[in-house]
Structure formats: C-alpha cells, structure tokens
C-alpha cells in the first residue's frame, strides 16, 4: 500500500516562506512523476507544479518565479519551497504521485497566508 504523507504548511504573512514535504512509502518513489495541487475553499483542486523522474519541472503560471518543486529520491520526499506568499495562494496542498499503472494523493496539508 502506497501512502503519501504532506507536512509543513502553516500560518504565515504575505511576503513570508513556506516548505511542503510530501514522503512517499513503498517503493515507487523514483519511478512516479510527482506533483503539487492545491485546493482553495469552493474552488476545484489546481496543479502547483510538476517534477519529472529526470527532474524536469513545470509550474503555473500563478507561482512562477515564486515557487520551486524539487525531489530527493534517496528520500522518498518531494517539496514545495514556496516563497514571497500572497493571501491567494491560501489553501490546501496535496502531493500526487503518478506512475504508468496508476496515482496516489496524499491527505493534504492547509496553508493560511494572512495579509
């Protein structure tokens, strides 16, 4: 059984940082496509950011220049370094691992930034 497992969000000030951490168990880690969506209240779940096998990465045009998706696979983990945070950018943050055969989301962790 595959789990993804989100941490790091929180409550921060515009203009502040935050880092998500998304830990894969089992073994498909370095074979999945990971990914960032986030959700606010009311709204439909939104990509953040990709990040290939390889490490090629692609963003939202929202977050561009603000965010960076990076992944260590010796670690099983995917993050979301996520800076100069504006009130919109305030929702929940799930991870998405997708492989050939099939996909996994993790639980989500919320994200408030205040103005």
């Known amino acids: 059984q595959v789990q993804l497992v989100e941490s790091g969000g929180g409550l921060v000030q515009a203009g502040g940082s935050l880092r998500l951490s998304c830990t894969a168990s089992g073994s498909i880690f370095s074979s999945a496509a990971m990914a960032w969506y986030f959700q606010a209240p009311g709204k439909r779940r939104e990509l953040v950011a990709t990040?290939?096998?390889?490490?090629?990465?692609k963003y939202a045009d929202s977050v561009r220049g603000r965010f960076t998706i990076s992944r260590d696979n010796a670690e099983n983990t995917v993050y979301l370094q996520m800076d100069s945070l504006k009130p919109e950018d305030t929702a929940v943050y799930y991870c998405?691992?997708?492989?050939?055969?099939?996909?996994?989301w993790g639980q989500g962790t919320q994200v408030t930034v205040s103005s």
């Open positions: 990040i290939s096998t390889g490490g090629s990465t």
């Open positions: 998405k691992a997708t492989t050939w055969r099939t996909y996994y």
